[in-house]
């Protein structure tokens, strides 16, 4: 993993998609690292809102502690490449690893994370940044992505993107997760 070469991919943790899934705190807290990990190692972000005139824009949490310039993008389909401004907006980045977390599971995150490793792209997961309404979908909707995606945590990819604690951003981001 390198910081480079990735892209971050926040995929609908919003208002109410958040309250309805069985993690959601843990959900919310862990993206809210992810972002800002990224703001602080100028990973770029792009953050996706199913439909947000009903379910609500991305959580407060997380929208404060993302970079600036990060595209937020309207989406109705379920893969959010399948979006036609997603896709640009990702394929002005250059990258060829996508960190993702989001909601949900079992749906959007799979559909997108299959999309990429069918397209050439590597997939990284993280699994409790993640949710899904209940646990056994999230649980097999993990299982299954197993066959095209690596599935980590939070705390596993950000010191494999920091790589080593004479980072100069090591002490900062590990206090994150204290």
């Known amino acids: ?23 959601n705190e843990k959900v919310e807290n862990r993206a809210s690292i992810l972002a ?45 490449f399948a979006e036609k401004n997603i896709l640009e907006t990702f394929k002005k980045l ?6 993702i977390c989001g909601i949900e599971t079992h749906i959007c995150v799979f559909q997108t994370a299959e999309w990429l490793a069918k397209n050439g792209y590597e997939a990284t997961i993280i699994a409790d940044a993640c949710g899904s309404r209940s646990e056994y979908e999230h649980v097999l909707g993990l299982e299954n992505l197993k066959d095209f995606a690596k599935i980590k945590t939070t705390e596993m990819v950000l010191f ?13 981001l590990q206090a994150l997760i204290k």
């Open 36 to 80: 800002k990990t990224a703001s602080v190692l100028g990973i770029p972000v792009i953050v996706t809102e199913q439909y947000p005139k009903g379910l609500g824009s991305t959580i407060e949490p997380i929208k404060n502690v993302l970079p600036e310039n990060t595209a937020v993008l309207e989406k109705t389909c379920f893969n959010a």
């Open 1 to 23: 993993m390198d910081i480079g070469k990735s892209v971050l991919l926040i995929i609908d943790i919003q208002e109410k998609l958040i309250r309805s899934a069985f993690n």
């Open 94 to 99: 250059k990258r060829k690893h996508v960190i």
């Open 160 to 172: 494999e993107l920091l790589k080593t604690a004479k980072h100069p951003n090591f002490k900062e």
